[in-house]
């Protein structure tokens, strides 16, 4: 069996009193693990603060855009290339190029329609009727085909070659996030990519509570007569000791980033740039939910990552049994005791001889960690030391 290529990584982070990811009542979410309430932030919340760590990192030409507006994205490509084609005429040949490249309708929303009709003002602009994830490779590859049959664009789209193409354009090129967190494309699944990497739900290692802040606003403007508040509420929050994992499938990811090319392409972006973005983004986002009322600007005290050549690992159930916090030592440090203990069980059980281990870790608390594998002075240190091996790895299976 060939060997694979698996990172795991594993992220042990304090966020104090907080509201990163709100559930439908706007109380901060939980999850029952190990037969206790615990904190939890999704992993949707996490994949979309990753995402946009991407934007200070990778060029927006390595990066995908998600929106149901995408016939107007399209349309300001056609016009840069081609100004004769402007406004509503743009935006019909952007929707049959890609009605025919996705095989989704894109036309103007029902509702909007009605008011735009009722009110007397112009004819919205087309879009899909779900969130379309396109790369910026594709789009600028769609625009120049639908510049050169502009002139009739519904007849030029007709030609099977034609279709052929313009399917083509949208399943190959991916962008460093859609390699990653893969696309679903409801109406045509031909064009879906798989994701390479997997986000858990990130948990709290110990029982959470959720409190209620209640506050009040002043008027700016009130005299002493008029002593009250201008503005009552609550907000709900919880702080926590989360264990965040992610694991990356390296050989999926280097076929997502080489998908559709030529023989005789490289992809536009490597697989270890991609990897080492992942990495940065993944240990240095935060979800940003109410982070104006509570500030929670924290990173990991520690993060583990792990080079497989089987299969992803998490170490999850080290903190099947929660944790229990004292006044001398939090939760942190009996969280990695507890992780210290638990990864090298799991690795003599289940060996993996080929298995490559980094830590970066901050402070006393997390000294026990250091047995786990190779101490990194810093994440720059981190992230170039798991590109390397990962270049090695790609570089000696040829």
């Not at 962008?175 to 858990?200: E, P, W």
């Not at 939910?289 to 998490?314: E, M, Q, W």
């Not at 049994?321 to 638990?342: N, Q």
Request: proline share 5%; net charge negative.
């Amino acid at each position: 069996m060939t060997a694979r290529i698996i990172l795991d990584v594993h992220a042990l982070q304090n966020v104090p009193p907080s509201n990163i990811n709100r559930d439908d009542t706007g109380a901060p979410k939980t999850a029952v693990y190990g037969g206790v309430t615990r904190a939890r932030v999704s992993s949707q919340a996490w994949k979309r603060a990753t995402r946009r760590y991407f934007d200070g990192l990778l060029d927006p030409s390595e990066l995908g855009v998600r929106t149901k507006r995408v016939a107007e994205l399209l349309a300001e490509r056609i016009t840069a290339l081609n100004p004769d084609l402007q406004g509503p005429q743009a935006l019909a040949v952007a929707a049959e190029v890609l009605q025919t490249a996705t095989g989704s309708k894109i036309e103007p929303p029902k509702r909007k329609a009605e008011a735009a009709k009722k009110n007397g003002d112009p004819e919205p602009a087309p879009e899909s009727s779900y969130l379309m994830f396109l790369s910026a490779r594709q789009l600028d590859h769609l625009a120049a085909l639908a510049i050169e049959g502009a002139d009739d664009i519904k007849a030029f789209l007709k030609d099977k070659d034609i279709k052929a193409r313009a399917k083509k354009i949208t399943d190959g090129r991916h962008s460093v996030d859609i390699a990653l967190f893969g696309r679903m494309v409801a109406d045509s699944t031909d064009i879906n990519v798989d994701a390479a990497a997997q986000v858990a739900h990130a948990i709290s290692v110990h029982r959470a509570e959720i409190e209620s802040d209640y506050f009040t606003a002043v008027d700016d403007r009130n005299t002493d007569a008029e002593p009250g508040a201008g503005m009552i509420g609550t907000v709900d929050f919880n702080s926590a000791t989360l264990y965040r994992y992610a694991a990356l499938d390296v050989d999926l990811l280097e076929r997502n980033l080489g998908k559709g090319l030529d023989t005789d392409q490289e992809p536009a972006t490597p697989v270890r740039r991609a990897v080492e973005a992942f990495l940065e983004a993944f240990v240095s986002s935060l979800p940003t939910g109410k982070i104006n009322t509570f500030g929670n600007h924290t990173l990991p005290d520690a993060v583990v990552v792990k080079l497989r050549a089987t299969r992803a690992v998490s170490f999850v159930s080290a903190f099947e049994k929660p944790i229990t916090a004292d006044v001398t030592s939090g939760h942190m440090e009996h969280a990695c005791a507890r992780l210290a203990d638990y990864a090298p069980e799991i690795e003599r059980a289940y060996g993996d001889d080929t298995c490559q281990t980094w830590v970066l870790r901050i402070g006393p608390a997390t000294a026990k960690l250091a047995s786990l594998g190779t101490e990194t002075p810093s994440l720059a240190r981190l992230v170039d030391s798991v590109g390397a091996a990962i270049a090695q790895r790609l570089e000696q299976r040829g």
